[in-house]
Structure formats: structure tokens, C-alpha cells
């Protein structure tokens, strides 16, 4: 499942995805409220997500016909786990559902989520622990036990379209450049600086953790918390700088945040439109190019290091977990491990799918239409990549209010030290609570 692009401005979803959440929702109930043979699910998503959910769930229906299984989707993202959460409190939350990276944490500490790992052991599972990238269970693994697993996966790629670069006096691509280790920060800098000196905007990113924790990664810096959850980067003189960088190309207008472009001239019509060379996203921007017919001019490289080499970056996933308190328990696990098996991923991710197996097996949807070009990147950056950290995911609303601190560097507000410092200060009083 694609993230939700914003974490500062939530963006909601189509009226046809609006209406189809209500028709399918219509008949839904809680999870205390059918026998131990229905399964309800709930989850958030765009219309073609959930047509693909609705696939998949006939299919399952076709394999299991004494199970019934009825989905619940909820329109937007913002709405989305504030009514889980009511749910699960008031005992009418659904059997299984989906949970975001920047909510897995609290959601492990509530109690209300099922343990899995002697199911996902057990002879019943089509998903074993060792079957997954073990980079993305991130919170939703916690003193050994799993309490969900992630659904797919989204690194996030640099897209460019090759004419807006050439548009700007660029000759070189990114893609061969880091084909030979040459994509270095100096030279995706420089490319910024053409493309502005040209009129072109930059590089677009959302604001969110896998923005800031990724510059900071690819630069070679050190992890922002340390083992004890501590928060560290403002204590790190290469981190300062290194943020002060970031904060200095989106002051000057190289870099864009895209959270906060007008409507009518969002992302994904500057990047269609040759007005912004990079657009920092995940495999969903396939729709996006191809629906604006500049698909063939478009790939994507990995992000930039000061060596060339490829480093860990952020890796966007969500989460499929089990309420504890299910009545469905037999029921929920066998939709549960089915939709997350390898043969589940590839029915849900194929053709211009929407994310990137989380699971061995199922690559082949990624490379299996051979587009973009170096679609292996986004296979290279889901293997060493890495999901929001723990010491952030688990305190409630504390990755919205760090990005809301680095807007205020992006914007000019503060400079890296006192960014830093903010939140560090912010981690210390929200982890105290």
C-alpha cells in the first residue's frame, strides 16, 4: 500500500474511492458482532487499492466458502486510526486490519494486538518470521514477538524524468552514475543547482520521517536515536551539518516540500509537466507517469552518498495485525497469512501495482514489465533499507510534530542546531508521558 503523502497535510482520497468505502462498508460490523467463520478487515486506501482489496477478498472467499470475509475501508488516512482505536476500546474493532508505520508502536504497546509468532511458526502459516525482509517489521516486533507484519513496502526512489534534465544542461544520467558508484551528493547538488538556474524546481520531498532519517542516512551520519531510544542527532556535529544542507536547499527553493504546494499545482502535476526534476516516492508513482504519457522518459536511482555507494534509506510500510480479542481467531490468521504470502502480494502488487513485496518470492511483480528501467533499485533499497524507528513510531503523534519542526527549518523558521535541539527537547517531554 502506497503511504499516505503527507504527514503535516493528510491527503485524503478520491470521491470514488469515498463512495466505494461506503458500499463496501454498508454491511460491515464489528468484530464482536459474527461468528467465528466471517472475517471483517478494515483498512484505508485509494479506489484502485481497494478494487484490488475486494479481488482479493472474493478469491479468498472462492478458496475458503465457509469463511465470509467483509471489509471495512475508511476514506482517509486522518480518519482512519482515530476510529480504530474507538473501536478497539469499545470492543467492536475489526478481526484484522491494517495499521500505519507512524502509529505500528503505540498500537504494540495499547495490548490490544494479537501475538503471531507461534502462528506465523506453526504448520498453518504461509508466512514464516524468516520469510520477510527482516528491515521492515521495525515496532511491530517487540522482546521477540510479533504483533503484525508489513502488508508490502515503498522505498522511497528518486524519480526523474530525463527531458526536464536535459531541459536544464544535464548530460549525465543518474541512474548510469550510480550503475558505477559515480551518484554522489556533489553531483545530485549540482544537479539541483542546474535545474534552478534554468527555472526548473529541483527535487520534491514529502515531510516526513523517511525525508529528514534518510538525508541523514545516505550521508553517512549516525542513527538519530541511540539503543536506548535517546535522541542524539543534535549531539552529532556531522548530523548538524548535514541537516543544515538539507535545510539550506529547500530555503533557497532547490528542494520543495511538496505538503505544501497549492492545489491545482500539486507534486504530481509539476513533475508530469517538466517543472521539477526529482520527485522523491514509492512504486505508486508508476500510475502517476503513465496516466501523463511521460512514462518513457522516467526512472529512478537510488539516494545520493558522498561516496557514490549505496546506503540505508527509508522504507515506507504499513502494517496487517490481529485484534487480540477476535472471535474469529482461526478464520482471521488464515486471511491474515494468505493476504501477506508471497502468491497474496503478487495478486495484490501486479501489473502497475501500487508497492514493493515485503516478502520473498514475489519480486517478480516488480521487474516482470521490465518499467522504469532500474526497477531492481527499488528491490536494492527495500534490502537494506530501513522503517521508521522504534523510539519515534511508539509515542503517540511524535513523528507529525518532528516534521512539523522541519518545515520550520525548511521555511527558513530555525536553523539545523536549534531544529535538532527542538527535537530532541520534544522526544524527552512526549517519551516522558
Not at 154 to 180: C, F, H, Q
Not at 267 to 296: E, M, N, P
Not at 305 to 317: E, F, I, L, R, Y
Amino acid at each position: 500500500m502506497s503511504r499516505p503523502k503527507s504527514v503535516t497535510k493528510i491527503v485524503m482520497v478520491t470521491g470514488a474511492a469515498a463512495a466505494l468505502s461506503l458500499t463496501l462498508g454498508a454491511c460491515s460490523g464489528g468484530a464482536a458482532s459474527h461468528d467465528e467463520n466471517t472475517v471483517v478487515w478494515s483498512t484505508w486506501g485509494t479506489a484502485d487499492e481497494l478494487k484490488r482489496y475486494d479481488e482479493f477478498n472474493k478469491a479468498f472467499m472462492e478458496r475458503h466458502p465457509d469463511i465470509t470475509v467483509k471489509m471495512q475501508p475508511v476514506a482517509g488516512y486522518g480518519q482512519y486510526h482515530p476510529k480504530l482505536l474507538a473501536q478497539l476500546a469499545s470492543n467492536t474493532a475489526p478481526d484484522v486490519f491494517y495499521v500505519g508505520d507512524d502509529k505500528i508502536g503505540q498500537f504494540v504497546d495499547s495490548g490490544r494486538l494479537m501475538p503471531l509468532k507461534d502462528l506465523m511458526e506453526s504448520d498453518a502459516s504461509q508466512t514464516k518470521p524468516d520469510d520477510f525482509f527482516p528491515g521492515l517489521f521495525g515496532a511491530a516486533e517487540k522482546d521477540g514477538e510479533y504483533y503484525g507484519a508489513p502488508n508490502d513496502s515503498n522505498p522511497d526512489v528518486l524519480w526523474y524524468d530525463k527531458k526536464t534534465l536535459a531541459a536544464a544542461g544535464i548530460t549525465e544520467d543518474p541512474a548510469t552514475l550510480a550503475e558505477s558508484d559515480q551518484w554522489t551528493t556533489e553531483k545530485f547538488l549540482e544537479m539541483n543547482d542546474k535545474l534552478a538556474d534554468a527555472g526548473i524546481g529541483g527535487t520534491m520531498f514529502w515531510n516526513y520521517w523517511a525525508t529528514h532519517w534518510s538525508w541523514l542516512s545516505s550521508q553517512g551520519a549516525p542513527a538519530p536515536y541511540d539503543e536506548s531510544g535517546a535522541f542524539v542527532a543534535n549531539e552529532d556535529d556531522q548530523s548538524v551539518a548535514d541537516v543544515e544542507t538539507l535545510g539550506q536547499y529547500f530555503q533557497d527553493g532547490k528542494f520543495i516540500v511538496a505538503d505544501t504546494l497549492p492545489d491545482g499545482a500539486g507534486s504530481d502535476s509539476l513533475f508530469v509537466t517538466g517543472k521539477a526534476g526529482f520527485y522523491v516516492q514509492g512504486r505508486y508513482t508508476i500510475s502517476t507517469v503513465k496516466d501523463a504519457g511521460t512514462a518513457d522518459d522516467v526512472d529512478i536511482v537510488r539516494w545520493p552518498t558522498p561516496d557514490g555507494k549505496a546506503a540505508p534509506t527509508g522504507v515506507a510500510v504499513s502494517y496487517l495485525a490481529i485484534n487480540k480479542a477476535t472471535k474469529s481467531k482461526d478464520a482471521a490468521f488464515l486471511f491474515w497469512t494468505e493476504f501477506l504470502s508471497a502468491e497474496g502480494q503478487i495478486a495484490r502488487l501486479g501489473g502497475d501495482g501500487n508497492a514493493v513485496p515485503s516478502i520473498k518470492g514475489a519480486d517478480e511483480v516488480v521487474l516482470k514489465d521490465g518499467y522504469p528501467a532500474h526497477a531492481q533499485t527499488m528491490l536494492d533499497m527495500r534490502d537494506i533499507g530501513f522503517v521508521n524507528y522504534a523510539a519515534e513510531s511508539r509515542v503517540p503523534g511524535l513523528p507529525t510534530d518532528i516534521a512539523d519542526l522541519f518545515l520550520k527549518l525548511y521555511e527558513g523558521k530555525a536553523d539545523a542546531q536549534t531544529t535538532l535541539d527542538d527535537v530532541a527537547d520534544l522526544v524527552d517531554e512526549k517519551s516522558a508521558k
